[in-house]
Every structure is written in structure tokens, then in C-alpha cells.
């Protein structure tokens, strides 16, 4: 077990140092969002290394790595040649000469340790011992899957949105985004416990611990609250889209005379526009305001 920890440990301290290196001399911290996804996919591929192979930890190696490239693919996509992402813009101004090693700390290290622990499923399954899969764990692929295509298509649809010039200062309301105001993230947060049911049988359920971070910070750090903490102030005219529209879990739409009655939704959190979406990176430092 300590193997399996021990070389993802290190696997991820090695690419959070090398990011934090190249960051400093492209003046660009944003690059630390590239590597969110492929962290993930390097602990996988590490831990089922270091540990025993078998089936099940196979099969958790490759539904990571689906998941992670295609969100460190995405991301690269979307960012490239935007520059650095405005909240770093603002800390290397607060920190001035102290930014490089604040940044170290306050964002590769965080985002480094996060990975450890969002991960656990994963390395515990490695570490564990050969259990034959067994329903659980295809209801896990299944729940898994449920929360990639939300993910993958909530993105698709915001980014056709986005490209076209007359939907500027618009809410994104179709499709997915109907039903949930962030279907991206539920699709992240869906995506995590999936793979949680998967490594139950043979990482125990000390994995648990990886979902219930992921889904804290999803719902309450950086994530939802993050995003929508300052939409009101910015875009008031847009209400409605909240009163009728699921904050997180997909639900109907409630009808416009609903809506009046009841504007409380599933948080006290407001609504985005085009500019305003999110897509489906979830990592501490949230970049998911791609205006």
C-alpha cells in the first residue's frame, strides 16, 4: 500500500513542480488548469504501476484517463492564446515580487494535494486486494458515464453558444443547461462517486473520501459558490433564469408563475450568462469564467 501512495506522491509532486517552473518563465500560471485533468490520469496509470494488476484497477485507469484528457484537451483548446486568467492577473498584483512562491504553494501545491485525495479511489483499488467486479462496480461505470456525457455535452453546447456573436450577454438556457444551471459540474460530481462505486469492493470504503472532497468543493468552495458569488451585482437582469432553473442536480424547469412564487432554488446563488458559464474544470482555483 505505502508503494502505491509513495509513487503516486511523488508522481505528482514531480508534474506540480515541473507546471510551477514553466509557469514562472511563461509568466502564466493558468497553464497549473492544463494539468488539472492529466494529474489524474498520471496518478492512475502510477498507482496500477506500483500496485497489483487486476481487472478492476484497469478498468478505473481507463475511465480516468477518458475523463482527464478530455478535460485537460478541452481546456487547452479553450484557453490557448487567451493569456493568463484574470484571478492570476489580480494575485500577481496583490503578491508582486512574492508571487512565484505564493503561487507555489497557494496552487500547484493545493491543487497537488487535492489530486492525492480526490484520487484515493483510485490508489486504494491499486493497493487493494483482486476482487472480481461485480454489480456495484458496473453500476458504478454506468453512474460514471451518466456524468461524462453530462460533462462533455454541457460543455459542447456552451461552447457553440459562445461562438456565436448575437448570443453575447445571454443566458445559456438550452439543452442541459435547461435543466441545471451547471451541468458540467454535475456531471464532475457524478463522475467522481462513479468511480467511487467502481473501487468500493476492493479499495474499501476509505475511497469515500475522494467524492466527498470533490463534491465539497464542487458545491461550496470553488465551484458553484465561487462562480455565482458576484453574477448579481453584474448581471441583475437576469433573475428569472435562476427562479426557473435548477442551481445544481437536473431538474424541470419551473413555469414562469412557479418561478414567482418560489425563486429560492436548490442555493442562495445567482445565474449565468454567456460569458459567465462555467465549463467543466473543477480544480481549487476555479477557471471557469471564461469571459
Same mark, same amino acid.
Given at each position: 500500500m505505502g508503494a502505491v501512495f509513495g509513487a503516486s506522491a511523488v508522481a505528482v509532486i514531480v508534474l506540480m513542480f515541473v507546471t510551477w517552473v514553466a509557469s514562472v518563465f511563461l509568466s502564466d500560471v493558468s497553464i497549473v488548469d492544463l494539468v488539472w485533468g492529466l494529474a489524474f490520469v498520471i496518478v492512475a496509470h502510477t /498507482?496500477? /504501476?506500483?500496485?497489483? !494488476?487486476n481487472a478492476r484497477i484497469d478498468l478505473l485507469t481507463a475511465l480516468v484517463t477518458v475523463w482527464g484528457l478530455r478535460l485537460s484537451g478541452y481546456l487547452l483548446w479553450r484557453n490557448w492564446g %487567451?493569456? &493568463? +486568467?484574470?484571478?492570476?492577473?489580480?494575485m500577481r498584483k496583490r503578491f508582486g515580487d512574492k508571487f512565484w512562491w505564493f503561487s507555489l504553494i497557494q496552487t500547484f501545491a493545493l491543487q497537488g494535494a487535492l489530486v492525492l485525495i480526490v484520487s484515493l479511489p483510485v490508489q486504494l483499488t491499486a493497493a487493494g486486494d483482486d476482487?472480481?467486479? *461485480?454489480w456495484v462496480a458496473? @453500476? *458504478?461505470?454506468? =453512474?460514471? @458515464?451518466?456524468?461524462? #456525457?453530462? &460533462?462533455? =455535452?454541457? +460543455?459542447?453546447? @456552451?461552447?457553440?453558444?459562445?461562438?456565436? !456573436?448575437e448570443n453575447e450577454g445571454q443566458v445559456m438556457d438550452k439543452g442541459l443547461w435547461r435543466y441545471t444551471r451547471h451541468p458540467n459540474y454535475f456531471g464532475d460530481f %457524478?463522475?467522481?462517486?462513479?468511480?467511487?462505486? =467502481?473501487?468500493? /469492493?476492493?479499495?474499501?470504503?476509505?475511497?469515500i473520501i475522494g467524492p466527498i472532497v470533490m463534491s465539497t468543493f464542487l458545491l461550496r468552495v470553488s465551484g458553484v #459558490?465561487? @462562480?455565482?458569488? #458576484? $453574477? %448579481?451585482?453584474?448581471? !441583475?437582469?437576469?433573475?428569472?433564469? $435562476?427562479?426557473? %432553473?435548477? #442551481?445544481?442536480?437536473p431538474w424541470p424547469p419551473k413555469s414562469s408563475s412557479a418561478s414567482e412564487d418560489d425563486d429560492t432554488g436548490d442555493f442562495d446563488t &445567482?445565474?449565468? =450568462?454567456? &460569458? +459567465?458559464? !462555467? +465549463?467543466?474544470?473543477s480544480a481549487p482555483d476555479s477557471k471557469d469564467d471564461p469571459s
Open positions: /498507482a496500477r /504501476a506500483a500496485g497489483d !494488476p %487567451t493569456g &493568463e +486568467d484574470k484571478r492570476y492577473v489580480a476482487v472480481a467486479l *461485480g458496473w @453500476l *458504478g461505470v454506468a =453512474v460514471w @458515464l451518466v456524468g461524462f #456525457t453530462f &460533462e462533455t =455535452v454541457g +460543455d459542447a453546447q @456552451l461552447a457553440r453558444f459562445k461562438a456565436k !456573436p %457524478t463522475v467522481w462517486w462513479g468511480l467511487f462505486l =467502481v473501487s468500493l /469492493a476492493a479499495g474499501g470504503w476509505w475511497g #459558490t465561487m @462562480l455565482e458569488r #458576484t $453574477i %448579481t451585482k453584474r448581471r !441583475p437582469g437576469y433573475a428569472d433564469y $435562476i427562479a426557473r %432553473t435548477s #442551481t445544481f442536480f &445567482e445565474s449565468f =450568462v454567456a &460569458e +459567465d458559464a !462555467p +465549463d467543466a474544470s
